[in-house]
């Protein structure tokens, strides 16, 4: 069921403002969010000041739906199924 070649990679930075330097060379647009996944890259980008459990199975959740479907979703679809499993990630 799930793709053979799903694989990722986590990249920690020591805080918010690399964060948002990286997200606006990577052509991001906006205000930097607190992590992002780059399908790209095939990488999640994250702050050891701002990393939670939470934000993890977030940014994971983008990393696997994008792997998951021939052609990713739109974004907006995303970000709805990536906050349903940050918000649900602890019930039993």
């Known amino acids: 069921m799930h793709p053979p070649d799903l694989y990722f990679t986590i990249k920690l930075y020591q805080n918010r403002r690399e964060i948002e330097s990286l997200y ?7 205000k930097a969010p607190i ?4 399908h ?3 990488a999640i980008y994250v702050s ?6 939470r934000i ?3 940014e994971i959740s983008h990393a696997v739906i994008n792997f998951y479907f021939g052609t990713p979703p739109p ?3 995303q970000e709805i ?3 349903y499993v940050d918000k649900h990630l602890w019930e039993q």
């Open 24 to 30: 606006k060379s990577m052509g991001g647009l906006g």
């Open 35 to 38: 992590a992002f996944y780059s």
């Open 40 to 42: 790209r890259t095939k």
């Open 48 to 53: 050891l000041e701002n990393i939670t459990d």
């Open 56 to 58: 993890l199975a977030h």
């Open 75 to 77: 974004g907006r679809m």
């Open 81 to 83: 199924l990536a906050q």
